[in-house]
């Protein structure tokens, strides 16, 4: 008998449609998922959300952010 099968979260045995992937929520509110096929940025399929700014390195969008707000 091989036992080639990995451990698998309960969404992929319940075939419930969800994303492995981090889901970025930016600093203007935007979403983006860190999947390159993600299909659907709704957070509820993603286990995991993460604010941009959290980003090793940081988002570019933080800083044009608070470009904006420097200006206005
Ligand atoms: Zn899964
Ligand atoms: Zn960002
Ligand atoms: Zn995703």
């Known amino acids: 008998m091989i036992v080639d099968r990995q ?3 309960a969404e992929c045995v ?3 449609d969800h994303c492995h ?6 600093a203007d509110g ?7 096929d ?3 940025l709704a957070s509820v399929r993603h286990a995991l959300s ?3 700014a959290e980003l090793q ?4 969008c933080v800083e ?3 470009d904006e707000l420097l200006a206005s």
């Open 7 to 9: 451990i698998q979260c």
């Open 14 to 16: 319940s075939d419930v």
């Open 21 to 26: 992937d981090a889901l970025l929520r930016h």
């Open 30 to 36: 935007s979403l983006e998922c860190t999947g390159a």
């Open 38 to 40: 993600c299909v659907d």
């Open 50 to 52: 993460i604010d941009c």
């Open 57 to 60: 390195g940081g988002c570019g």
């Open 64 to 66: 044009a952010t608070r």
